[in-house]
């Protein structure tokens, strides 16, 4: 009687554990959520009169846009980034510049064109991300996150007492046209990524 075959080793690929999704609760976005709770702070001693009052305004813009940066980063490096991050993040940022604007245009220290064109390029693509969050989440471009300094930038300029003009109005004009040239962008992207979203439905 011959020999049973031997049997057949089936070698399969070791199964690699699924990487659990980031939890929103996390400290980026710990540090967002935080960022919109002191704006109202922040508007309180701005309307307040006296230098002391301006700079305690000044430091909590200042304390909030650290807050900013330092998010991003952790949310960077330590992998923390979520789609809630994505969203609250720059709705954080425009609450926080678009409150300074307002206020300042109020108090009779910029015009009421810087602060228009500034926040209706914002709200337009705050509206334009829930629009297109059906096809996917654009994240911040370069750009965006040149043009997010140069505001923060311009409007502390603009919260220091005593400060230079010229000074002001450089840094302003600047984050005023860059804020313009990334909202043309953001557009362009919006639109090849529901055209990508489409073709890859049909």
């Not at 926080?96 to 337009?124: D, F, H, K, Q, Y």
């Not at 334009?128 to 300094?149: D, E, Y």
Request: aromatic share 10%; with cysteine.
């Amino acid at each position: 009687m011959a020999d049973a075959a031997p049997e057949r080793l089936v070698v399969t690929d070791p199964v690699e554990p699924a990487t659990p999704p980031v939890s929103a609760w996390n400290i980026a976005n710990a540090l967002t959520v935080m960022r919109l709770l002191v704006v109202p702070a922040f508007i309180v001693f701005l309307f307040l009169d006296g230098t002391g009052w301006r700079l305690a305004a000044l430091g909590v813009f200042m304390f909030a846009s650290i807050t900013d940066q330092l998010d991003g980063f952790l949310a960077r490096k330590y992998g923390l980034i979520t789609d809630f991050g994505k969203i609250a993040d720059p709705i954080a940022d425009k609450a926080l510049i678009g409150s300074a604007l307002v206020c300042l245009s109020l108090l009779g220290e910029l015009p009421w064109w810087v602060t228009v064109v500034i926040i209706a390029r914002e709200l337009g693509v705050t509206a334009l991300r829930f629009v297109v969050i059906r096809f996917g989440i654009i994240p911040a471009s370069t750009g965006g996150k040149i043009k997010t300094v140069l505001q923060i930038f311009a409007v502390g300029f603009f919260l220091v007492p005593g400060l230079l003009d010229v000074v002001r109005w450089a840094t302003m004009g600047t984050a005023v046209l860059v804020t313009v040239a990334t909202g043309v962008d953001y557009v362009v992207r919006a639109v090849r990524l529901r055209q990508v979203a489409r073709r890859e439905q049909v």
